[in-house]
């Protein structure tokens, strides 16, 4: 039996609760991904593979369907504390070849600083198995350019949700996901 994602499509969402559990929970359903049993995989974006808006997604699967998901998660209980959590996505140009999904989890980062992190890593990774050279010393933005001028990378990007933990003794959780189908 081979399990070759054909479609994928990124969420996200952020919970509040007295417990910690509970607003990972209340993350899940903010995004629309509660009523699945949810499987975390590695960060293979599949050859193929169709990027498709959320509600599109959710109407090919069922509540209770085990669904393979790429996830980010961060949670504190700590008041006035920033988190974040991204899933970066690297697309090579030619749509046979596998590109790469990341996860980057973060305190103190804005959702600007976490997603071009969580890009980053992704594109890096992909640059890598495709030989592209690259000086890991310069700033992403300047590595980013030279991905695209080189042709073999057709896109990069991501999807953050970040906010500051609330107070009254309760969790915050932050969650990112591309969800496979």
């Known amino acids: 039996m081979r399990l070759i994602p054909r479609k994928m499509f990124f969420t996200r969402?952020?919970?509040v609760h007295k417990d910690k559990l509970t607003s990972f929970e209340m993350a899940l359903r903010e995004a629309g991904i509660a009523e699945f049993n949810l499987v975390r995989v590695s960060s293979i974006f599949p050859p193929n593979c169709q990027i498709v808006e959320k509600e599109e997604g959710?109407?090919?699967?069922?509540p209770g369907?085990?669904?393979?998901?790429?996830l980010a998660e961060m949670s504190?209980?700590?008041?006035?504390?920033?988190i974040a959590a991204s899933?970066?996505?690297?697309?090579?140009?030619?749509?046979n070849k596998y590109?790469?999904?990341s996860e980057h989890h973060a305190f103190g980062q804005t959702e600007e600083e976490a997603g071009n992190y969580a890009e980053d890593l992704a594109a890096t990774m992909l640059a890598t198995t495709l030989g592209i050279p690259f000086d890991a010393d310069k700033d992403y933005n300047?590595?980013?350019e030279q991905y695209l001028m080189g042709g073999e990378i057709v896109d990069s990007s991501s999807i953050t949700m970040a906010t500051t933990a609330k107070s009254g003794g309760?969790?915050?959780?932050?969650i990112s996901a591309a969800v496979l189908i």
Request: hydrophobic share 40%; proline share 5%.
């Open 65 to 70: 369907e085990v669904v393979f998901v790429v």
């Open 58 to 62: 959710l109407k090919l699967l069922q």
């Open 99 to 101: 590109g790469y999904l």
């Open 142 to 144: 300047e590595r980013r």
């Open 76 to 82: 504190t209980n700590e008041p006035g504390r920033r």
């Open 170 to 174: 309760v969790w915050t959780t932050v």
């Open 13 to 15: 969402g952020t919970g």
């Open 87 to 95: 899933v970066g996505i690297a697309r090579p140009a030619d749509s």
